[in-house]
């Protein structure tokens, strides 16, 4: 059976242009959380589902023309490039979209220019957000609001600030090969960059993010967003990491199939593929629920991509960040994954020309 997952959104741009602000910002999201399913936590990446995308837009959903079909939306936790490009998939990157923050009265920085030879390296299709307008002289900020919405409420000269340094950033992309323009002048999201003015600070402008995070992604991807959900997992190690009571762990986002408690895993280490039997299957407890530091997880029987989930298991101390986790439920399919996770080692150790 085929559905179509959340896609993964990973957050880039220059350093204090507001990665970690806007990712603080969803995860907080609280517009009509409780009717619209709110926010899920996961190990490393959070969730929006759709319907709270739906909610906190409003009207503006109407922004993306076509229907939106995804079940949500699941952004790596992890902000910046150096995590995105260690975050590979079968080859490709992790993330099916990313967000290029850029702040708006700060304009291209080093690593803005990094970033975005790295998303076009990589052929991910993003989207620009120009952070921190509330910091335009005389700029009326009120939470959450839409932007479109916002602007109104905004006098001229503010306006005219804004349009600008807009322009600005969108010959800065004209010079990278990039025809951009605010989000809502955009006639064909395929052709052109869609900037959408924001304040991570403040949730301005975060609603239409969303949506067309949403829509873009969809659109982009509606092959490859189609996943075997029956099928053994795959996924990608965020992170290995010591618990208390657990062991060795690993952090890792599931981005295709089912895993099971119950799965053998083959798992990317410094120079071997580690097959190993899950022990347990971990999600986050809710905030108000940890009582006992010891006690931060709940067990889970499965998790179907994409997911964030914590995997305790023997043998894990060798496993690698950013390597590859493959189920496997008979002999052959431990040995194709092996294989597998093996080559991938080799062609590592070859182009980098590091044993
Ligand atoms: P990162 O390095 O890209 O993760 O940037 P941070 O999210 O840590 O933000 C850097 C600084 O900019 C922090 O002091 C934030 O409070 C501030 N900041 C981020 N977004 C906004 C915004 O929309 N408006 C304002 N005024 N400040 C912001």
Do not use: C
Not at 163 to 189: H, P, S
């Amino acid at each position: 059976m085929k559905r179509i997952r959340q896609p993964i959104i990973a957050v880039l741009g220059h350093v204090d242009h507001g990665k970690t602000t806007l990712l603080d910002r969803i995860r907080r999201t609280k517009v009509a959380a409780k009717e619209a399913g709110g926010i899920t936590q996961h190990i490393g990446a959070t969730e929006v589902p759709i319907d709270t995308v739906k909610t906190l837009a409003g009207p503006l959903i109407k922004l993306w023309k076509g229907e939106i079909k995804l079940p949500g939306l699941l952004f790596i936790d992890t902000p910046g490039h150096e995590a995105f490009t260690s975050l590979r998939a079968r080859g490709g990157s992790l993330a099916d979209l990313a967000v290029l923050i850029v702040d708006i009265n700060e304009g291209f920085q080093p690593q803005t220019i990094e970033s975005i030879e790295i998303l076009r390296k990589n052929r991910t299709p993003f989207i620009v957000a120009a952070n921190k307008i509330d910091r335009i002289k005389g700029w009326k900020v009120e939470e959450d609001e839409p932007f479109l919405v916002n602007i109104k409420k905004q006098d001229q000269r503010a306006v005219q600030e804004l349009e600008t340094k807009l322009w600005e950033l969108i010959g800065k992309f004209y010079e990278m090969g990039f025809n951009a323009n605010r989000f809502d002048r955009v006639q064909d999201f395929t052709r052109e960059l869609a900037i959408v003015p924001i304040s991570a600070k403040y949730g301005i402008g975060v609603p239409e993010l969303l949506v067309l995070i949403a829509g873009l992604s969809q659109k982009y991807l509606e092959q490859k967003l189609k996943i075997e959900v029956e099928g053994p997992a795959r996924g990608t190690i965020l992170e290995v990491r010591e618990e208390l009571g657990l062991g060795t762990t690993i952090d890792v986002i599931i981005y295709d199939g089912t895993l099971r408690k119950d799965d053998t895993i083959v798992v990317g280490g410094k120079d071997k593929a580690i097959v190993t039997k899950i022990r347990a299957l971990l999600k986050p407890k809710p905030l108000d629920e940890i009582r006992d530091p010891r006690f931060r997880f709940d067990q889970v029987d499965e998790v179907v991509a994409a997911a964030g989930i914590k995997i305790a298991a023997p043998g894990l101390e060798e496993a690698l960040a950013g390597s590859p986790v493959i189920a496997a439920r008979s002999e052959e399919e431990i040995e194709r994954a092996k294989e597998e996770i093996l080559s991938q080692i080799q062609s590592v150790v070859i182009s980098t020309g590091k044993v």
